[in-house]
């Protein structure tokens, strides 16, 4: 979206915002730049003065939160493409964190098992708060995701087994997890210890998944993340074989907020893509492993920031790779919004906004003093 076409953002909206980002990332440390050229709207963005990036990132911030406004008018009509109807049923918010973080019904991941074990179309049982995330519509048509909420732990419908059952029949070879654990989000993998195997049972149809920890914990220093292997089953064994998965926790982001560190964040999605990679072939016996998961307490904020900046590096590189003219296109704008058609209030707020900008300026070598 180029700059001249952008909504003028309102005086109330600036003076909210404004003291958010001011001095929001003047701590942040950065990572050493790769050998990508920098795009020319990031070039542009970081001509400008400190108060001239604030401003235009608010203004942008806005005409995003003006177009999801405008789509989110049109929620409750079962019939569009961004309706929300099914996140809606009364029935099944116990199923739900948050209220208002909630899967669009085109794009929302349904779980077969349950809706098999459980015909009630009234309840919902294949619903889980999850979300298809297929950015194609860039050129990437590699590059999936389910974005989903942590899983819930308290009664009187628990979705750990929900969470697992997902995970499971989707072929999902790696799991990021961006939250702590018991405090935006249960701890649904076994402690070790004492503790190697769980068992959870699914929100409604009574499905019980297995989940056996297969190897002692690691921690990626670069990546600021303790790695696992799992392998997730069925109890029930009719339904299918067990596969490994693997789980990358992430306990250093602040809900709501940005990491102190993107050199995390970018070796966190390099770590994910190297483990994507190794997994080929080897996911149930399948040649292509299906989508990773990336969640975080509501599956938006730090959700979105960690699979925006993947998508505009996957494009950086394309670019790159492909020789491809560079026609000043604000991609992190680009992918933001394509990331908010499929799922509302992907980075949720104007500082992660910035982040991105921040952590890919980075990336290519613009910002190295975190100034």
């Keep these: 979206m180029s700059d001249h076409i952008l909504p003028a953002a309102s005086n109330k909206y600036i003076s909210r915002f404004r003291s958010i980002l001011s001095g929001s990332l003047s701590n942040l440390t950065m990572a050493s730049p790769t050998t990508l050229p920098a795009p020319h709207f990031l070039t542009k963005f970081y001509s400008l003065t400190p108060p001239e990036q604030r401003a235009l990132l608010l203004q942008k911030f806005y005409a995003l939160s003006q177009l999801e406004g405008e789509r989110l008018r049109r929620a409750t009509d079962s019939a569009d493409p961004f309706s929300l109807c099914v996140g809606l049923t009364r029935s099944i918010q116990n199923r739900n964190r948050y209220m208002n973080v909630i899967p669009f019904d085109r794009n929302r991941i349904a779980l077969r098992a349950t809706a098999l074990a459980a015909p009630d179309s009234t309840t919902h049982p294949d619903y889980i708060n999850a979300s298809l995330i297929d950015p194609a519509i860039l050129g990437l ?15 009187p419908n628990p979705t750990v087994g929900d969470f ?187 500082h992660q906004y910035e982040f991105c900008y921040r952590a890919l300026g980075s990336l290519v070598g613009l910002e190295r003093s975190g100034k």
Excluded at 141 to 155: A, E, M, W
Excluded at 298 to 306: K, L, N, S, W, Y
């Design 141 to 155: 048509s590699s590059r999936k995701y389910i974005v989903t909420q942590g899983p819930l732990d308290f009664p």
């Design 164 to 350: 697992w059952l997902m995970a499971w029949e989707q072929h999902s070879p790696v799991i990021v997890c961006l939250t702590r654990v018991e405090v935006g989000c249960a701890r649904y993998w076994p402690a070790g210890m004492d503790e190697d195997v769980k068992e959870w049972e699914t929100s409604v149809g009574g499905v019980r998944m297995r989940v056996r920890l297969v190897s002692t914990p690691s921690v990626h220093q670069d990546a600021d993340c303790e790695i696992r292997k799992l392998w997730v089953e069925p109890v029930d064994s009719a339904l299918g074989k067990g596969r490994e998965i693997i789980h990358l926790a992430c306990f250093g982001w602040p809900d709501h907020g940005v990491p102190e560190n993107a050199k995390h964040v970018l070796s966190l999605i390099r770590l994910m893509h190297e483990l994507e990679a190794e997994c080929t072939g080897k996911v149930g016996g399948i040649a292509e492993p299906g989508p990773t998961i990336v969640h975080c307490s509501a599956g938006c904020g730090r959700t979105g920031i960690f699979c925006t900046i993947d998508n505009v590096w996957r494009l950086l590189e394309k670019r790159a790779t492909a020789v491809e003219n560079d026609d000043g296109r604000d991609l992190v704008y680009e992918v933001v919004d394509m990331l908010r058609q499929q799922r509302k209030t992907m980075v949720e707020a104007p």
